[in-house]
């Protein structure tokens, strides 16, 4: 699998935010202004043909309508899978209703676009690909997710936003690679990591390679500051090769 850190970022960050496309054509969440940035990266929006969203907060969906909008305006009838917290649908019609009036079943009439709504723990296949879902726990938004993603004997976890719990040790144990919420520059809180959290994980396995994301700016210079082996701090449009 070829995995590509789009964003690393969190809100207020300099780096865009937390984003990562596997092959060409998974997308791990759609924060704003990534449909834009992808196509400045030069890799065809029109080939994402799955999207997995971990959790309904605005810095990880809030460019999902444009980049329906792509494929509505390319007409574009290429099946894309959408794989989301339930009540996704919801508040991307009023994303819509907002930004778009009278436009949300116009783009769904004219594209082929399946939404896939859970509140839990999940197994979906899809071609080569096994995608699990863990419910993470993230301050109060339920339901948020994070994902390991199967091809060919290999695996990538990731943790989308969450503070640390067990499904986070569970997707470090069972994946190759794990990229990591690390928001925050110290101890983490109850809806998200810090750097001492992953240097723990680190620690604790020293035979997995992590990756971090979500990264606030202090939290990026405190881990270039204090480099772990084991530990990629990513820029973003790095590429990771399994």
Known sequence: MKVNIIGSGSIGSYAMGASCLIDEHI???VPNGV?????NLNYDILKIDTILITHLHGDHFFDLPFL???KYFNHDKTLVKVICPYGTIRKLKTLFRVGFPYNFRKVMNS???EFIEHKGRNNIHLGDYLIESRNVKHGKIKPSFGYIIHKDGKKVGISGDSSFCTAIEKIVEQSDIAILDMSLKGEGNKSHMGYLNIKDICNKHPDKTIIATHMQN???QVAID???KNLIIPNDNEEIIL
């Open 27 to 29: 997308l791990i969440d």
């Open 35 to 39: 449909v834009k940035h992808i196509k």
């Open 68 to 70: 329906m909008l792509g």
């Open 111 to 113: 594209t082929n676009i």
């Open 218 to 220: 202090s939290a990026r």
């Open 226 to 228: 204090n480099p772990i």
